[in-house]
């Protein structure tokens, strides 16, 4: 089946600092690629939908300054968070949607801000 | 280590009917496990979790689903299918703060 990378797997950082974190879709082209995050042991959160070379669209209460999201090829879309706090802590995760609409999930980034 | 199966890629039903949608999970720890709805070019929605309180879990648009240990299933059903719940439906489950494990999804058919 298709397989979604994301890199870093965990990245601990310093609050201030900003970070990028990638989504790659291994073997398939994925138009749309969608951001989430998870809090332990709460349900997924959807931040925006990332589509190929457009802006990405923002769910709302979503800081787009704060997360940046680029989409620049079939294949790799970034999250940055920039000017991290703790508060940003949390596991992120990127899906990839296949061309007959099927989701391919990566494995997830766990964000750690000291 | 955790995993999720979804037993069929595919299920079709009558407007009207009941849905059963399967899933059975492995976890060496109290899991939480959730399902999703996903619409064409939409995000995931959260339709119901559980997280080791009741284990018949009510959610949104009259879907229920009940954890049974014993079987290792949480299926997910609803009385009577209406044509808007045609999606993606993924069943997830997660044992730990570090990681979620996503079923590979139901692909659930209306048929009028």
């Known amino acids: 089946g298709a397989v979604v990378s994301q890199h870093p797997s965990r990245v601990i950082c310093k609050s201030g600092t900003s970070v990028k974190i990638e989504c790659r879709s291994l073997?398939?082209?994925?138009?749309?690629m969608f951001w989430y995050r998870q809090f332990p042991k709460k349900s997924l959160m959807l931040m925006a939908t990332s589509n190929e070379g457009s802006k990405a669209t923002y769910e709302q209460g979503v800081e787009k300054d704060k997360f940046l999201i680029n989409h620049a090829s079939l294949t790799l879309s970034t999250l940055t968070v920039t000017s991290a706090h703790p508060e940003d802590s949390s596991f992120y995760i990127c899906s990839g949607q296949g061309r007959g609409n099927e989701q391919f999930f990566g494995p997830g980034t766990r964000l750690t801000v000291l | 280590a955790q995993s999720v199966t979804q037993l069929d890629s595919h299920v079709s039903v009558s407007e009207g009917t009941p849905v059963l949608l399967r899933c059975n999970y492995s976890?060496?720890?109290?899991?939480?496990l959730f399902w999703y709805v996903q619409h064409p070019n939409k995000g995931l929605q959260l339709l119901l979790k559980?997280?080791?309180?009741?284990?018949l879990v009510k959610g949104i648009n009259g879907f229920e689903a009940e954890f049974k240990k014993s079987e290792t299933s949480f299926h997910l059903t609803k009385p009577s299918a209406h044509m808007s719940d045609a999606a993606e439906y993924f069943c997830v489950v997660s044992e730990n703060a570090d990681g979620l494990t996503f079923g590979k999804g139901t692909h659930l058919i209306i048929q009028p």
């Open positions: 073997d398939f082209q994925a138009t749309t």
């Open positions: 559980y997280t080791s309180a009741a284990t």
């Open positions: 976890s060496s720890y109290s899991p939480s």
